[in-house]
């Protein structure tokens, strides 16, 4: 890399990031909430197969980035899992 100056507002290789795609970003198709499509109003803490689907192995709660869920089913989502594991229908981690 030279450093000499550069015009304002000119690109080149210094601004390009690493990785290869030059600064352009890959947009995703929106995901769409699951619950608010079935119009659930509540989240049962009893219907494990459902909870079990949005908690992988390690037994972390999926975040709404990647589930796709809506704020207010996220956190009645959430409640519900924490209910079930202290219920003992669903496991905190599997070993």
Do not use: W
Not at 21 to 38: L, V, Y
Not at 55 to 78: D, F, N, W, Y
């Amino acid at each position: 890399m030279s450093n000499e100056p550069r015009e304002p507002g000119r690109r080149d290789d210094r601004d390009r990031k690493p990785g290869g795609q030059g600064g352009r970003r890959f947009i995703r198709a929106r995901k769409s909430c699951k619950f608010c499509a079935d119009k659930v109003d509540y989240i049962d803490y009893k219907d494990a197969r459902l909870l079990l689907s949005y908690v992988p192995e390690r037994g972390k709660i999926l975040p709404r980035r990647i589930s796709g869920t809506c704020a207010p089913h996220q956190r009645m989502l959430a409640t519900a899992i924490k209910r079930a594991r202290n219920a003992a229908l669903i496991p905190f981690a599997t070993d």
